[in-house]
């Protein structure tokens, strides 16, 4: 398996209130992403990492930033929080972009 | 607008028969195709991929077939293990971009 870590991996928040999920990797891998997972559509990414610092907006970013300090961490952050951010997110990471990612355990957020 | 389509919700198989998944796309700009199996709570794990310039892909019970010219693609699981009974899902990626683009999903249910 590859070395991914999702934490927190359970979170329930209020309205409003400003959340951050975070994705560590232990593989050197260049690029990062971040997925949301709802009913009906799949995975969609929300945004991804092409290097330290360099970061760039997926299919449905609104609400969301990232940010990237390290290769190994890669932080996803809600803003303020709205109820239709509930979801479950996945981190993934890779060597080449274009082909096979490799998924964290995910982190189920409930936003109440 | 969704790029990938897997049209079938669900899928129930009994044991040691076939299961065949499809998926379909619409960008024609894409090179490479992966399945990914997921269980409950955990993330997607990579099961096999094929490469535009392939029409089949085999890797021991499992077998990719690209028709490009119908841009579809499907995946033979024989023969069908109660294991296998989880969600599957289609992704695809052009090599001028980063993403990955997930189908919504198909349930697989193996009965004994």
């Known amino acids: 398996d590859a070395g991914i870590t999702q934490s927190p991996r359970h979170k329930v928040t209020e309205t409003g209130t400003p959340v951050t999920l975070r994705c560590h990797q232990t593989e050197n891998h260049r690029y990062m992403y971040w997925y949301r997972q709802d009913p009906g559509h799949g995975l969609r990414l929300i945004h991804y990492?092409?290097?330290?610092?360099?970061?760039d907006k997926g299919e449905v970013s609104d609400g969301y930033s990232v940010s990237r300090s390290k290769t190994e961490d890669f932080l996803l952050t809600l803003e303020s929080a709205t109820s239709s951010q509930t979801s479950v997110y996945f981190c993934?990471?890779?060597?080449?972009?274009?082909?096979?990612?490799?998924f964290g355990p995910g982190t189920r957020l409930l936003v109440l | 607008d969704q790029q990938v389509k897997q049209n079938s919700p669900s899928l129930s198989v009994q044991e040691g028969r076939i299961s065949i998944l499809n998926c379909d796309y619409t960008?024609?700009?894409?090179?490479?195709f992966l399945w990914y199996k997921k269980y409950p709570a955990e993330g997607p794990t990579f099961l096999i991929s094929i490469s535009s310039i392939k029409d089949k892909n085999e890797d021991g019970r499992f077998t990719v077939f690209l028709n490009k010219s119908a841009k579809h693609l499907s995946l033979h699981i024989v023969p069908s293990q109660p294991g296998d009974s989880a969600v599957y899902f289609c992704a695809a990626s052009d090599s001028n971009d980063y993403k990955l683009s997930f189908g919504a999903g198909t349930t697989v249910t193996v009965r004994a």
């Open positions: 960008n024609s700009m894409f090179d490479y």
């Open positions: 993934a990471i890779s060597t080449v972009p274009q082909e096979t990612q490799y």
């Open positions: 990492s092409y290097g330290v610092k360099d970061t």
